[in-house]
């Protein structure tokens, strides 16, 4: 991989896992999966740590990945709330 002189690799999403992504992240590669247009597999795929992903759709796995991200942070923050309300 060292050899290849690029900055990233472009895997069909069904062969992406977490291996994967610890090799490239090794050899400082980017990963964006390809054709991803099912939106658990973006979430994912996102979780997993990619860089980037190819999907037909765009709009939509924006807005359902934002959805997914916001849920977290909200949830996050009322954690942080009842923590310092312990305090």
């Known amino acids: 991989i060292s050899n290849l002189q690029c900055?990233?690799?472009h895997p069909k999403h069904t062969i992406v896992n977490r291996k994967l992504i610890q090799e490239a992240e090794y050899y400082q590669l980017d990963v964006?999966?390809?054709?991803?247009?099912?939106?658990?597999?973006?979430?994912?795929?996102?979780k997993l740590g990619i860089d980037?992903?190819?999907?037909?759709?765009?709009?939509?796995?924006?807005f359902y990945l934002k959805g997914k991200?916001?849920?977290?942070?909200?949830?996050?923050?009322?954690r942080q709330k009842k923590v310092n309300s312990l305090i």
């Open 32 to 46: 964006r999966a390809w054709t991803v247009d099912n939106l658990r597999k973006a979430w994912k795929l996102t």
């Open 52 to 62: 980037g992903l190819i999907t037909n759709d765009p709009k939509r796995t924006i």
């Open 7 to 9: 900055d990233g690799i």
């Open 69 to 78: 991200l916001q849920k977290i942070q909200e949830k996050r923050r009322y």
